[in-house]
T-cell receptor, first 112, second 114 residues
Framework: DAKTTQPTSMDCAEGRAANLPCNHSTISGNEYVYWYRQIHSQGPQYIIHGLKNNETNEMASLIITEDRKSSTLILPHATLRDTAVYYC?????????????FGQGTELSVKP | DTAVSQTPKYLVTQMGNDKSIKCEQN?????MYWYKQDSKKFLKIMFSYNNKELIINETVPNRFSPKSPDKAHLNLHINSLELGDSAVYFC?????????????FGPGTRLTVL
């Protein structure tokens, strides 16, 4: 699975959009980009995933560059409850048993 | 109503003891996982089971033995506990092994070995 690089931490004002970048320059053609988050003292939570098209769901939007070497997770109106560590993961759709390889993630602090 | 549950939530024990952590999912999923999150917050997969069959074993010491009595349960038994086993252990499940389905995580079990 390709390696990802994310900023260690970011701040965001409550109510503003939070844009979390992820670099995955060695991504292969059959690898998806996944985003999970982990709120303090809880288990990780799936947010969104995509292959090459931009995706949106009730939680967030995922923008993947045309060359697929990077992506951005957008939380359109961040709230205090969005404070968490956000993990960008790339993996093939049918790799060895579905394991997720977590990096260090981005610690997002949403401030009032 | 809980999707993935783990017991106990906290476990404090002495070095050398044997302990078990239980995991149950009521989502009807085929695949279950165990992850370990160490003190530096790195999450790493340990095992994956699909329909009660082991499909991933990430070079975990033999002291760790997962057991899946049925599709809804994946328990983790740890023999001869060591200080380095102190961590938070997360169970997870997903609908189909290896495909792009999301994984649902339990609340975690914080294991402290003294």
């Amino acid at each position: 699975d390709a390696k990802t690089t994310q900023p260690t931490s970011m701040d965001c004002a409550e109510g503003r959009a939070a844009n979390l970048p992820c670099n995955h320059s060695t991504i292969s053609g059959n690898e998806y980009v996944y985003w999970y988050r982990q709120i303090h003292s809880q288990g990780p939570q799936y947010i969104i995933h995509g292959l090459k098209n931009n995706e949106t769901n009730e939680m967030a939007s995922l923008i993947i560059t045309e060359d697929r070497k990077s992506s951005t997770l957008i939380l359109p109106h961040a709230t205090l409850r969005d404070t968490a560590v956000y993990y960008c993961i790339v993996r093939v759709s049918s790799n060895q048993g579905g394991k997720l390889i977590f990096g260090q993630g981005t610690e997002l602090s949403v401030k009032p | 109503d809980t999707a993935v549950s783990q017991t106990p939530k906290y476990l404090v024990t002495q070095m050398g003891n044997d302990k078990s952590i239980k995991c149950e999912q009521n989502l009807g999923h085929d695949t279950m996982y165990w992850y370990k999150q160490d003190s530096k917050k790195f999450l790493k997969i340990m095992f994956s089971y699909n329909n009660k069959e082991l499909i991933i074993n990430e070079t975990v010491p033999n002291r760790f033995s997962p057991k899946s009595p049925d599709k809804a349960h994946l328990n983790l038994h740890i023999n001869s506990l060591e200080l380095g086993d102190s961590a938070v252990y997360f169970c997870a499940s997903s609908p189909i092994s290896g495909l792009y389905n999301e994984q649902f995580f339990g609340p975690g079990t914080r294991l402290t070995v003294l």
